[in-house]
């Protein structure tokens, strides 16, 4: 409970302050995560994993596949499938109030990001392709319901925090720009959004998310005057499939 109550405070504290994108703000935001991850893991030391009351350790990484529902200034786009096979990792700290029912809380590092075909440039009022993505510090939160040692349900909720970014621009099959940064103002600062999924009894887990927030920051300005990503709304989703990711790792 801890946990959920710092998580919804980072949350409530950025979009009261819209301060999402600046420096400062993520200097606070990974202090409170690296906070968050000692916290879960004092509390994941307390126990082992004899009992269904205690708390264990899970960890693994997964696959993203990954689209948009993009909006460009009114007109709908279309965004092919991104396959992001890594750096995708995550861990858990899991607690088994029953059998048919746990819970867990964690930290994970996400390549997100997304394909725009027909992206439209405000400078030059051409048509490009781009690719679009974040690496993004998540801890992630929820329950499991079913039979914990065979098939189950899991859903929850990601706070996420993008920290690294990189955009390139084709035209006619060529790349001809990559812009790269650390904690770019291009983008939320903060990113959440629910996810649910099932474990199967041989172990495949198969999740579902959908980021709430926009992946772009529309205020955004270069240097230049022009607002690149004016007009452009984005809601990442993806399908992720890993491997016994509920499972003790000893």
Not at 176 to 191: A, C, H, P, V
Not at 218 to 245: C, R
Request: net charge negative; glycine share 8%.
């Amino acid at each position: 409970m801890v946990v959920f109550s710092l998580c919804y405070r980072v949350h409530e504290y950025a979009s009261t302050n819209h301060l999402s994108n600046s420096s400062n703000t993520m200097k606070k935001i990974l202090f409170i995560l690296v906070f968050s991850s000692l916290l879960i893991t004092s509390l994941s030391g307390q126990s082992d994993v004899s009992g269904q009351s205690n708390w264990y350790y899970t960890y693994g990484g997964e696959m993203l596949f990954s689209f948009a529902d993009i909006d460009d200034n009114g007109q709908e786009v279309n965004s092919p499938m991104r396959w992001a096979p890594v750096i995708n990792i995550q861990g858990y700290a899991n607690r088994n109030i029953s059998e048919k029912l746990g819970v867990y809380a964690g930290l994970a590092v996400r390549n997100v990001g997304y394909i725009n075909d027909d992206y439209t440039d405000p400078a030059d009022q051409l048509d490009y392709k781009k690719k679009f993505r974040t690496y993004n510090l998540a801890i992630p939160l929820g329950i499991k319901v079913g039979n914990l040692s065979k098939l189950f349900f899991f859903g929850g909720y990601d706070i996420e925090f993008p920290f690294a970014y990189k955009e390139k621009t084709f035209t006619g099959g060529d790349k001809i720009e990559k812009i790269t940064g650390w904690f770019s103002d291009r983008y939320e600062g903060i990113q959440h959004g629910p996810h649910i999924g099932i474990q199967f009894p041989q172990g495949l887990d198969v999740k579902f998310k959908y980021y709430l927030t926009e992946f772009h920051n529309q205020d955004f300005t270069e240097n230049t005057g022009v607002k690149p990503y004016a007009g452009l709304e984005s809601h990442i989703f993806y399908f992720s499939l890993s491997w016994k990711m509920f499972d003790p790792w000893w």
